[in-house]
C-alpha cells in the first residue's frame, strides 16, 4: 500500500498560536497518530498560552516557544531569530511546515519567519527535514482532502482560541493546501 503521510515527527513553525489551528489544523486532525510539536515564535500572552495549552490537552499536539518579543509594527530581529530557529534540528523532525513568502495574508512576522526558514533550510541546517509551506493565498501543490466531519472538527479547534474569535472567524474552515518547498527524505507520493 502507498503511504500518502510518510511522516512521524512534524514540527509547525508559526509566528503565533493560532497559526498552527487555522492553517495546518485540518493535517493534524486527519493525522492523529502523527507526532505534531507546534513551535510558537512569539511569546504569547496569558490568555493566548491558557488556549494553547488547552488545545495541547485535548489534541496531545506539544506546543513551544521561542518567545521572541510580539511587537504588531515590528519586525522580528533577524539574528536572534536565526539563532534560535536553528534549534528546530534539535526537535529531529522529519518534515518542517511554516509560512509562505506571502505570509498568508501580509503579516510581517509570518513573512519574517518564512524568510528565515527557508534560508536555514538552503544551508542545510535540519539535516534529512522536508519541507512545506501553507498553501493559504498561494499555489499549491498537496491538498489535504477530508470529510465534512473533519473540516467541521478543524472549526472547532480553531475555535478554541476564543479571545481570537472575531479575527479567525474571517478565515475558511473547509479545506487545507500545502506548497512543497523542499524534499530531501521522503518525497510524499500522490
Ligand atoms: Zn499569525
Known amino acids: ?24 489544523g485540518g493535517l493534524m486532525l486527519k493525522y492523529p497518530k502523527v507526532d505534531f510539536t507546534v513551535l510558537v515564535v512569539t511569546q504569547p500572552d496569558k490568555v493566548r498560552i491558557r488556549e494553547a495549552k488547552k488545545i495541547q490537552k485535548k489534541y496531545d499536539k506539544l506546543y513551544l516557544t521561542i518567545a521572541m518579543p510580539d ?5 522580528l530581529d533577524k539574528e536572534i531569530l536565526k539563532k534560535r530557529l536553528k534549534q528546530v534540528d534539535k526537535l529531529n523532525p522529519d518534515l518542517i511546515i511554516t509560512h509562505n513568502s506571502f505570509g498568508e495574508y501580509g503579516h ?10 527557508t534560508e536555514l533550510y538552503k544551508e542545510k541546517a535540519f539535516g534529512k527535514a522536508d519541507m512545506w509551506l501553507f498553501g493559504h493565498n498561494t499555489d499549491s ?5 477530508g470529510s465534512d466531519l473533519l473540516w467541521r472538527l478543524k472549526k472547532d479547534m480553531i475555535s478554541m482560541y476564543k479571545s481570537q474569535l472575531g479575527f479567525v472567524r474571517r478565515f475558511p474552515t473547509r479545506g487545507e ?6 524534499v530531501r527524505g521522503n518525497e510524499i507520493k500522490r
Open 141 to 145: 501543490d498537496i491538498t489535504i482532502t
Open 177 to 182: 493546501s500545502y506548497k512543497q518547498f523542499g
Open 108 to 117: 510581517w512576522h509570518h513573512v519574517d519567519i518564512h524568510n528565515t526558514m
Open 71 to 75: 511587537i504588531f509594527d515590528k519586525h
Open 1 to 24: 500500500m502507498k503511504k500518502i503521510f510518510p511522516y512521524k515527527h512534524v514540527i509547525i513553525v508559526v509566528a503565533h498560536a493560532d497559526d498552527e489551528a487555522l492553517f495546518a
